[in-house]
């Protein structure tokens, strides 16, 4: 029922969408959220003024390069601008101005209305990752983002959600390799997972590090100043990038190996690369999720034989102190007859033999480890 509801409210939206005049930019009501419109043809950046619109239109009319549209965090009501311009499905455009989603790449029909290029559209979303480094036993190590990619025959829509993860630098490196970027959509589809899983590295060799530091604490001379609670973090923010990582090798496996327009077969074997090093990630994070629980355990280990040698220590001395307390209790008692009362070398004899019996009791339990 809730699924359906949702498709509801998508097709609503989708159908009774007003119409929104882009004819000229001053009158498009794109936003702040728009980070760049750029036009391609031939991998070479072209003049243009921004107008979404207006680039869509010389792509079309050339039959050549494509679009690239940039937005950050856009609302509903910005997003649908270019929603209806582009034709793309509601379920996507969803997804994508809510943000939260599961890495996923899923594959939708262009809407088919007159002047569109037909085919589909690629929805792929990635979660971003970086590190944060911990600045107290609360704070986050991992902090995570999302991309989501619209990719069309000739164009690439790309949302952006989180603080990080610009994709400024993967614009730049494409530029100033334009062979690449002349292989269409794709090739910033490859570029921004490249990207993506590039960070994740960073991280888990970043992550490596904090797991060495918590198993040289625990396993040091001062294995009680180690900290569970930091174990714990570690191992919750092990689980956020393991959600983050996990469901992202499946589809880019898919696109290296199925044909998915608008991925052609010159661009595959570049996700291949990318599937692999996301198969690593996943590796490593299994290897350092159950290093964790294994350092978890020997800290736990040590922490009860500590309590357990304390309470050795503990139950030694009462049992020394338990002689001279037997004694004197036994003295203390109010009897008229009781042995040596009134002797001179009483009192002297008595603790002569309290601290004689403690001695050995003593000397016995050092033997034996307890104290």
Same mark, same amino acid.
């Given at each position: 029922?809730?699924?359906?509801?949702?498709?509801?409210?998508?097709?609503?939206?989708?159908?009774?969408?007003?119409?929104?005049?882009?004819?000229?930019?001053?009158?498009?009501?794109?936003?702040?959220?728009?980070?760049?419109?750029?036009?391609?043809?031939?991998?070479? #950046?072209?003049?243009?003024?921004?107008?979404?619109?207006?680039?869509?239109?010389?792509?079309?009319?050339?039959?050549?390069?494509?679009?690239?549209?940039?937005?950050?965090?856009?609302?509903?009501?910005?997003? /649908?601008?270019?929603?209806?311009?582009?034709?793309?499905?509601?379920?996507?455009?969803?997804?994508?101005?809510?943000?939260?989603?599961?890495?996923?790449?899923?594959?939708?029909?262009?809407?088919?209305e007159p002047g569109r290029v037909g085919g589909a559209v690629l929805f792929t979303v990635l979660k971003t990752c970086r590190y944060a480094g911990h600045e107290s036993a609360a704070s986050e190590i991992v902090d995570t983002g999302e991309v989501m990619v619209f990719t069309g025959p000739d164009f690439v829509i790309t949302v952006r959600h989180g603080r990080h993860g610009s994709l400024g630098p993967v614009r730049e490196a494409l530029e100033e390799h334009p062979e690449q970027?002349?292989?269409?959509?794709?090739?910033?589809?490859?570029?921004?997972?490249?990207?993506?899983?590039?960070?994740?590295?960073?991280?888990?060799?970043?992550?490596?590090?904090?797991?060495?530091?918590?198993?040289? /604490?625990?396993?040091?001379?001062? &294995?009680?100043?180690?900290?569970?609670?930091?174990?714990?973090?570690?191992?919750?923010?092990?689980?956020?990038?393991?959600?983050?990582?996990?469901?992202?090798?499946?589809?880019? #496996?898919?696109? &290296?190996?199925?044909?998915?327009?608008?991925?052609?077969?010159?661009?595959?074997?570049?996700?291949?690369?990318?599937?692999?090093?996301?198969? #690593?990630?996943?590796?490593?994070?299994?290897?350092?999720?159950?290093?964790?629980?294994?350092?978890?355990?020997?800290?736990?280990?040590?922490?009860?034989?500590?309590?357990?040698?304390?309470?050795?220590?503990?139950?030694?001395?009462?049992?020394?102190?338990?002689?001279?307390?037997?004694?004197?209790?036994?003295?203390?008692?109010?009897?008229?007859?009781?042995?040596?009362?009134?002797?001179?070398?009483?009192?002297?004899?008595?603790?002569?033999?309290?601290?004689?019996?403690?001695?050995?009791?003593?000397?016995?339990?050092?033997?034996?480890?307890?104290?």
């Amino acid at each position: 029922m809730p699924m359906i509801r949702r498709l509801r409210r998508a097709m609503r939206r989708a159908y009774r969408r007003p119409t929104i005049d882009l004819s000229h930019p001053s009158r498009s009501p794109l936003g702040s959220s728009v980070v760049n419109c750029v036009v391609y043809e031939d991998g070479v #950046r072209k003049p243009s003024d921004g107008d979404a619109r207006e680039a869509l239109r010389q792509v079309r009319k050339t039959g050549r390069g494509f679009v690239w549209v940039g937005l950050h965090e856009p609302t509903e009501a910005e997003f /649908a601008v270019f929603a209806s311009l582009f034709g793309l499905h509601p379920l996507a455009v969803e997804d994508a101005v809510q943000a939260h989603q599961r890495p996923k790449v899923q594959r939708y029909e262009l809407r088919d209305e007159p002047g569109r290029v037909g085919g589909a559209v690629l929805f792929t979303v990635l979660k971003t990752c970086r590190y944060a480094g911990h600045e107290s036993a609360a704070s986050e190590i991992v902090d995570t983002g999302e991309v989501m990619v619209f990719t069309g025959p000739d164009f690439v829509i790309t949302v952006r959600h989180g603080r990080h993860g610009s994709l400024g630098p993967v614009r730049e490196a494409l530029e100033e390799h334009p062979e690449q970027l002349a292989k269409g959509p794709a090739a910033v589809l490859h570029a921004i997972a490249d990207q993506v899983v590039d960070a994740y590295l960073a991280v888990t060799d970043a992550v490596e590090s904090d797991v060495d530091d918590a198993e040289n /604490a625990v396993f040091s001379d001062n &294995a009680r100043q180690a900290d569970a609670g930091r174990i714990y973090l570690l191992k919750r923010e092990l689980l956020e990038l393991k959600r983050a990582v996990g469901p992202l090798e499946r589809p880019m #496996r898919s696109l &290296a190996t199925s044909p998915l327009p608008p991925v052609g077969p010159e661009i595959r074997p570049y996700f291949r690369d990318v599937a692999d090093h996301v198969a #690593r990630v996943n590796e490593q994070i299994g290897t350092y999720d159950a290093l964790l629980d294994s350092i978890l355990q020997a800290h736990l280990a040590q922490v009860t034989v500590a309590q357990n040698e304390d309470m050795r220590r503990i139950t030694a001395w009462a049992a020394i102190i338990a002689v001279p307390t037997m004694v004197c209790g036994v003295y203390g008692m109010n009897f008229d007859h009781m042995p040596e009362l009134r002797w001179t070398y009483g009192y002297p004899l008595v603790i002569g033999v309290m601290a004689t019996a403690c001695a050995l009791i003593h000397r016995s339990f050092r033997r034996n480890g307890w104290l």
